[in-house]
């Protein structure tokens, strides 16, 4: 699949970490919890936060834009407020250098890089504030957003063609899709599970390379044998070259295992066929990053194993884990995760979380050094 599966890791491979620490830091006094966050979003070296009235805050790269901040800028290590957003925000999602807000009128906005029309406004030009994107303004039924790499997807509710809407790289049945286009094939009642798979009622995976080529059930691209994620799956994530699912309680991987992200405590080597994480508690959320893994425990602690080059599992090392490792301070309270190509951001608490690389401000505490562990991010 090409998000999960075809998604590479040559971006982190050269990064350096500049600075590190042993425990989660606080910020300065510019910390201020006035407005608390309830979601979390992050691309290749940036993420964004949405507070509890609707604001939305960026911080990191802003090579393409991507922290809408309407000025231009290469990077901003200080959270701001996204300019001329059309209402309210209720849920956020990005790529490797585009954003995208879903309003409380149910209207969809996107800003940042666009060559591949990820931004689904018709155009390939970027852009450093938000712009609707075509067919879902207000009332057009969207309930959830993903995003990854160049291509957006939205779950719509009541939709009589498709349940799921995708535009960007290679959407279209030639190329990109400029526009939102119907995913052929979903089946009805599915939900968004990334940009390139959701799940059916049953808890089976389907997944498609196009939106108007169609979905399929899950099958890993180095097997011809039956399809996996079959059914009871909760919750789906993919990290470069492999998938995790949680099913009940539990979460299991297929795919490949460069970076010991399935879990299975070897480095290397591949599955076919789903096998489950060794050494990890009773799980209630999973997400995959670029490389690397991370679980949400039933008491709100963060666990993540897999690729580990700028520090981003938080376990305050560097080394590879091909085992969950718990993340240094976030032992309770998480309720997400977001990934960047060498960074990590948590929500606990309703207060934003995050470690490894920083040489865009993509920490969000205001430096550009680099962190093994969890860092306050200074919402003010």
């Known amino acids: 699949m090409r998000d999960g599966w075809r998604a590479g890791l040559g971006g982190v491979v050269g990064l350096l970490l500049a600075a590190s620490f042993a425990t989660p830091l606080t910020t300065s006094s510019r910390s201020a919890r006035l407005n608390p966050a309830t979601a979390l979003a992050s691309g290749t070296a940036f993420a964004c936060a949405l507070s509890t009235s609707g604001h939305v805050a960026c911080w990191g790269d802003n090579r393409e834009g991507q922290l809408g901040p309407g000025r231009p800028t290469p990077r901003d290590p200080q959270p701001r407020d996204v300019a001329g957003l059309a209402g309210p925000a209720v849920a956020l999602a990005a790529g490797y250098a585009h954003a995208c807000a879903l309003l409380v009128s149910g209207e969809v906005e996107c800003w940042g890089a666009n060559a591949n029309g990820q931004l689904g ?213 998480v309720t997400s995760v977001a990934f960047g190509a060498a960074s990590t951001c948590a929500l606990a608490f309703s207060e934003v979380w995050c470690w490894g690389d920083n040489s865009n401000g993509q920490l969000g505490d205001g430096s550009v050094l680099s962190s093994l562990s969890p860092r306050l991010v200074a919402l003010s």
């Open 121 to 333: 406004d018709g155009r390939r030009d970027p852009r450093s504030t938000p712009t609707p994107v075509s067919s879902l303004g207000p009332g057009s039924g969207v309930v959830a957003l993903v995003a990854s790499q160049n291509t957006t997807c939205a779950e719509r509710s009541g939709s009589t063609s498709s349940p799921v809407w995708c535009w960007g790289q290679g959407e279209g049945r030639n190329g990109d899709a400029l526009t939102p286009v119907p995913v052929a094939g979903v089946p009805r009642g599915s939900k968004l599970a990334s940009p390139s798979c959701a799940l059916s009622p049953s808890g089976q995976v389907w997944c498609w390379n196009s939106a108007e080529m169609g979905a399929s059930p899950l099958r890993p691209p180095f097997s011809s044998g039956p399809a996996v994620f079959t059914s009871g799956v909760h919750q789906l994530a993919s990290t470069g070259l492999a998938l995790c699912a949680l099913t009940g309680r539990r979460v299991s991987c297929v795919g490949e295992n460069l970076e010991g992200q399935l879990g299975l405590g070897v480095v290397g080597g591949s599955r076919s066929s789903p096998a489950r994480v060794l050494d990890l508690p009773p799980s209630r959320y999973v997400a995959g990053g670029y490389g690397d893994v991370c679980s949400i425990s039933l008491h709100g602690a963060l666990w993540c194993w897999g690729l580990n080059l700028n520090g981003q599992l938080g376990d305050g090392g560097t080394l590879v884990s091909p085992l969950p490792q718990p993340v240094l301070g976030l032992s309770s309270g």
